[in-house]
């Protein structure tokens, strides 16, 4: 069965700081997708990323990175030079992909994130 | 332009009362999906559908019925309410069932 982990139920840092948010995931399958999606205040989910798991290349999107690493099943999220706007609930999500017909989306239980002006 | 709509934004209503909330996408995709969120922020998925078709039914009471009049569309008709399905409930949809998933703005629901 699929899980993810969020160890980190809240954070807060300092506007500016940088800052990890962890994921760790398991699964027994060899196909897999990782997603992480951002819920601001407002309520809205919001996609920032999609991996899938023979591509283990870190990705960067402007103050974003993705650190994926199979060894340790981890896709962790990092924020650099945090803004306020940041602050949010983030979630990891897997979806397995190759138990055709229940490719569902199962998400860690979120990560607070509050960045102090 | 609005990619996944839900319809209402917010609903509240008393114990044992029938309602429904209406999810609409305009992406063109084929799968179809409905979420809960409780107050812990926990997301769960209930059902998924692909091309009208239940595929994922994740052991929801049998108060919950989904149904997909079209691909374009995904509805949750909940018959007798319980306080327990307070809830936010999100639609999403995607190309294939395990591509991105894009997601409603959700539907705020009360039970009193």
């Known amino acids: 069965a699929q899980k993810v982990t969020q160890a980190q139920t809240e954070i807060s840092v300092v506007e500016k700081e940088d800052v990890t948010l962890d994921c760790v995931y398991e699964t027994r399958d060899t196909t897999y997708y990782l997603f992480w999606y951002k819920q601001p205040p407002s309520g809205e989910l919001v996609f920032l990323i999609r991996?899938?798991?023979?591509?283990?290349q870190n990705e960067i999107s402007g103050r974003y990175s993705w650190n994926f690493q199979k060894s340790t099943s981890s896709f962790n999220f990092t924020i650099t030079a945090s803004q306020v706007v940041d602050s949010a609930v983030y979630f990891c999500a897997l979806s397995e992909g190759s138990n055709f017909g229940n490719e569902k989306l199962t998400f860690g239980t979120g990560t607070r994130l509050t960045i102090i002006p | 332009d609005t990619a996944v709509s839900q319809t209402p934004k917010y609903l509240v209503t008393q114990m044992g009362n029938d309602k429904s909330i209406k999810c609409e996408q305009n992406?063109?995709?084929?799968?179809m999906y409905w979420y809960k969120q409780d107050s812990k922020k926990f997301l769960k998925i209930m059902f998924s559908?692909?091309?009208?078709?239940?595929?994922i039914n994740e052991t929801v009471p049998n108060r919950f019925s989904p149904k997909s009049p079209d691909k374009a569309h995904l509805n949750l008709h909940i018959n007798s309410l319980e306080l327990g399905d307070s809830a936010v409930y999100f639609c999403a949809s995607s190309q294939r069932e395990y591509d991105t998933q894009y997601f409603g703005p959700g539907t705020r629901l009360t039970v009193l």
């Open positions: 559908y692909n091309n009208k078709e239940l595929i």
């Open positions: 991996r899938n798991s023979f591509d283990e």
């Open positions: 992406l063109g995709h084929d799968t």
